[in-house]
């Protein structure tokens, strides 16, 4: 079964006097469970295309699918619900609460949903410190972790809801080499034990090595996948 369903997918934004075309007719299907790079370019349209899968933006024209729903025509309601139950975030700037310790920071959107008690919130944040590495650094904030570390507890972050979806943008953009393969490596890991589908993008030709299934993305199409 394919968790997300994406046919014509356009994406335009005007500029001044012109118009600058994102996505230009993206068709894509990904199944449950995928681990999946988006790989191109800088302006290619990778991060409109991740934007628009998370909900964040919105399609000039096309269908787009997360599960049985199609998402396009939703009221701002429907949309931050999807976001909220359904799909977990992880960007390259990290985008951690830094007055938040590690515990808290992973804890955030569970508190958000409002629908456990405070003992089931950290219970469940515990467990993904721990599945991360990070059981030590509970209580560290932000600024006390290195670049790797801010970004297990991000992973951890995302994965916290029970999402049936984490996009990544570019996750290992800010890292060194051998950090950012321990972040993807990690990445995969917790796509199979939290059986969570994974869409990463990259202009890292040494990630597509992770990758289940790779799509190239060149000036706003997918040329190959």
Known sequence: MNIIEIKGL??????????????????LAV?????MSIVGPSGSGKTTLLNIMGCIDTATEGSVKIGDRE?????????????L????????????????????????????????????VRKRAEKLVEEVGLKEFSAHRPGELSGGQRQRVA???????????????????????????????????????EK???????????????AKHTVKIKDGRIVEQ
């Open 10 to 27: 356009t994406k335009n934004y005007p500029l001044d006097t012109t118009t600058v075309h994102a996505l230009r007719g993206v068709d």
């Open 31 to 35: 199944p449950e469970g995928e681990f």
């Open 71 to 83: 998402i396009t025509n939703l009221s701002d309601k429907e949309i931050t619900d999807i976001r």
């Open 85 to 120: 139950h359904k799909i977990g975030f992880i960007f390259q700037t990290f985008n951690l609460i830094p007055v938040l310790d590690v515990l808290e920071n992973v804890e955030f959107p569970l508190l958000l949903m409002k629908d456990q008690s405070a003992s089931e």
């Open 155 to 193: 992973i951890a972050r995302a994965l916290v809801t029970n999402p049936d979806i984490v996009l990544a943008d570019e996750p290992t953009a800010n890292l060194d080499s051998v950090t950012g393969a321990q972040i993807l490596e990690l990445m995969r890991q917790m796509n199979q034990l």
């Open 196 to 210: 969570t589908t994974f869409i990463f993008s990259t202009h890292d030709p040494n990630v597509l090595q992770y």
